[in-house]
């Protein structure tokens, strides 16, 4: 008896190494001999348009179809194909380790990149009401009137002629929103996709995050407009699950290549992944999967417009991926209450220490759930309010090539050319594009110089009074501008602290000469204004 | 001049320290990668079990089912070497005990007739694994198959007895530092886990009882285990 024992406890050892388990896999392969390719078939009439405006090849190798050849190949020894990329030559599959050894002696395949577990970080959404409290009025005009979205919605300006791709969750309710009704009746809903479930049109399902992005960007109910591109088209593609074991980085890319193939000018995703599959120092834009693929969609003319996260209070702290990817514009969150950094909102830089996020809006929003106007809170929203006010300034820049435009919405930003990584550049500002005069900022501070230190010393009439009350506030201070910005630069030109400070008195800041090195810099901005100090 | 130059300091750092500061960050020191974690270098946690005896026909003969129980309570240290291997070492404390039928054909460790009885085992229990985690992860302790060996010093050996007496009163009996126990007992060990729950198993490969002078105490324990994470 003590032997059959014993033989069970080794089979208990066994037991995990004998299951031969499916695993999902890239199988990338060498080329794309043979394959004819007629451009002006395969892509819609507006993606045609946007390549021919930004210059960029109809032809492409990379937009080229895979060789069926290769493909059926693959699948005569694994029958479980699930998605094949353009992009990458590419073709993922459930496969086993034999599947996966025989795979890898085919002659035209040049490399097997396993794709492991992972899951999506999606921001919570809170419970809907139908009724919107004094407050949540206001912060409904505010997240339009801090991106100075106003002078857009005076101008007429709302994104019409641009075509703009919601990855998300799912948008159930949507077609019944009134906040989308008139997108909807005038056919501005293009086309939609479930890449979850790789068949059928019907995105309309799942959680409502995608819907209330959705209203960030585009949404209007009676005369309480939500986001900026109300005139915009849209295509809306389901890649997220709740929580999936596997395939949405796959999800992800597959919905790019659709949408560029449709036409898109701009993609939002508001999503990320994180610290179930990645490390914070994997944040670099090159380890990640979606990263490569958010990169590719820019090289392909697509705005790529994210989410920077929601990890900003707890232990992973920095930023998600693909908002690390270095061509994808990462959106930060701001507090409507203070107009700076939300303390949920993910830090920059990236690991290799670029500037992320690149701009910032309202992280606290209203927007339109599936019973009516709603809060709720993330950079999931700040997001889609870039992705709209950006169809905005594309609307009036026609041919403007995606990452000029992604350069001139850094620029706009209310600090630029100040930064740091809690805001980059800022709120984008639409008096930027509308007006486009450079007004003169007279200095609003100045630094002097002692043996000793260095001293910020702000101008004694823009110091706010202590006791002033709601009517005393300022447009500005939307945007956080009633605060000083000061960071400390290294010589790579990299920050090595940065500071927001409330001013209530003229010598706002003293830094000791004694803690910085030659070579250091002192960045400042108060009230539009930035000046730099070398120490 | 001095004693003015460290007064203007002294009011300058008063300056600095009187900053309202709203958001500060500190890139540098958020830059330095950290080495402790479920899946960095070194990882240490605290961790429980609880096992129960698989019996055979022979141990069934004079043990009684499903109340014997093995309680553990350990610390444990992971040292990475990469995604998929680490070693771990463990040291927990364990409380064995076994209750023994009372009938009339009780031999073990003698014919007397309880209301109750049992063996109760303390143990101090050191032990190695090799642990193989499935699956590329961030910093989590992921799914994972430990196989390892332990070592057990068995502190404390008693046998204990209940009986009622008069007046509703408990006698309780305890023989302690039982000599026919052996001191020390080895075995293997595996575990599968998800995160912070894994099964266990356990197997002796030493003998308890010195020289046979009674059947051998169950080799299989099977358990559960709950790892306290952070």
């Known amino acids: ?535 | 001049m001095k004693s003015l130059l460290t007064l203007m300091i002294v009011c300058l750092s008063f300056f600095a320290f009187s900053q309202d500061i709203v958001l500060s960050q500190d890139v540098k020191s958020d830059s330095i990668r950290p080495t402790n974690g479920p899946n960095l270098k070194n990882y240490k946690h605290l961790y429980v079990g609880l096992g129960f005896p698989v019996f055979t026909n022979e141990e069934v003969n004079y043990l009684k089912p499903g109340t014997s129980m093995v309680v553990d309570y350990g610390i444990r240290y992971k040292r990475r070497f990469n995604n998929t291997f680490a070693l771990l070492a463990d040291l927990s404390v364990n409380w064995a005990s076994y209750k023994i039928k009372q009938d009339d054909g009780k031999s073990v460790p003698d014919t007397v007739v309880n209301d109750k009885a049992k063996f109760q085992i303390n143990s101090l229990t050191p032990a190695l694994f090799a642990r193989i985690n499935v699956g590329k992860r961030g910093n989590y302790i992921g799914n994972y198959l430990d196989l390892g060996a332990y070592g057990n010093w068995n502190w404390k050996k008693s046998y204990k007895t209940v009986n009622k007496i008069d007046n509703n009163q408990v006698e309780r009996n305890a023989i302690n530092r039982l000599s026919y126990i052996e001191p020390f007992a080895y075995g293997l060990m595996a575990r599968i886990g998800i995160g912070r729950y894994a099964i266990s198993a356990r197997y002796r490969m030493s003998d308890l009882f010195k020289d046979g002078i009674h059947p051998e105490l169950p080799r299989l324990t099977l358990g559960l285990e709950l790892g306290i994470l952070k």
Not at chain 1, 119 to 139: H, K, M, P, Q, Y
């Open chain 1, 1 to 535: 008896m003590k032997s059959v024992y014993f033989l069970f406890f080794l089979w208990l050892l066994a037991a995990p190494t004998l299951i031969k388990a499916q695993q999902p896999c890239w199988v990338y392969f060498t080329d794309k001999k043979g394959i004819s390719f007629e451009p002006k078939k395969y892509f819609d009439p507006k993606a045609i348009e946007r390549r021919e405006l930004q210059g960029i090849p109809l032809n492409d190798p990379t937009d080229w179809p895979l060789n069926e050849q290769y493909v059926s190949g693959v699948a005569s020894i694994t029958d479980s194909t699930l998605f094949s990329s353009r992009w990458f030559n590419a073709v993922a599959v459930y496969a086993t380790d034999d599947q996966l050894d025989r795979i890898s002696r085919l002659p035209y395949v040049s490399e097997i990149e396993k794709v492991e577990l992972l899951t999506s970080a999606v921001a919570s959404l809170n419970d809907f009401d139908t009724t919107l409290s004094e407050d949540n009025e206001e912060i409904l005009k505010n997240q339009i009137k801090s991106l100075q979205g106003d002078l857009f919605i005076k101008a007429g300006i709302n994104g019409k002629g641009v075509r703009i791709a919601i990855f998300d969750v799912g948008f159930p309710g949507s077609r019944e929103n009134p906040a989308f009704a008139q997108i909807i009746s005038e056919g501005r809903l293009i086309a939609t996709h479930d890449f979850t479930k790789r068949k059928g049109d019907n995105v309309f399902w799942g959680k409502s995050h995608g819907t209330n992005v959705w209203s960030c960007i585009a949404g209007k109910v009676g005369d309480k407009q939500i986001g900026l591109a109300t005139g915009a088209e849209f295509l809306l593609a389901k890649t997220e699950v709740n929580r999936e074991p596997f395939s949405e980085e796959l999800h992800w890319l597959a919905a790019a290549e659709w949408a560029d193939k449709n036409g898109a000018d701009i993609i939002n995703s508001s999503l990320g992944y994180t610290k179930d599959r990645y490390f914070p120092w994997s944040m670099d834009g090159k380890t990640s999967f979606v990263a490569r693929a958010a990169n590719m969609a820019a090289r392909k003319g697509m705005l790529v417009v994210n989410a920077a996260g929601n990890e900003g209070t707890d232990s992973w702290h920095v930023i998600g991926t693909p908002a690390d990817a270095d061509s994808v514009l990462s959106i930060g969150g701001i507090n409507p209450e203070t107009g700076i950094h939300t303390g949920f909102s993910s830090y920059g830089p990236t690991a290799d220490k670029r500037m992320k996020p690149n701009v910032c809006a309202y992280g606290h929003v209203v927007v339109s759930g599936s019973g009516g106007l709603v809060t709720s809170q993330g950079t999931s929203f700040a997001s889609p309010l870039v992705a709209g006010f950006a169809a905005c300034v594309l609307q009036v820049n026609k041919g403007m090539k995606n990452m000029v435009l992604f350069h001139e919405i850094e620029k706009s930003g209310s600090l630029f050319p100040y930064f740091d990584y809690a805001h980059g550049f800022g709120v984008p500002q639409a008096a930027y594009f509308v007006s486009r005069d450079k007004k003169f900022i007279e200095p609003t501070f100045t630094i002097v110089e002692t043996t000793d230190s260095v001293n910020i010393v702000v101008r004694k009439d823009l110091i706010r009074k202590a006791d002033e009350t709601a009517e005393d506030s300022h447009d500005n201070d939307l945007i956080g501008e009633k605060y000083l910005y000061y960071n400390i630069m290294n010589s790579k030109g990299v920050l090595d602290s940065y500071y927001v400070v409330k001013v209530s008195e003229p010598n706002v800041v003293n830094l000791m000469r004694s803690n910085y090195t030659s070579g250091e810099t002192l960045n400042v901005h108060y009230q539009g204004y930035t000046l730099s100090y070398k120490f």
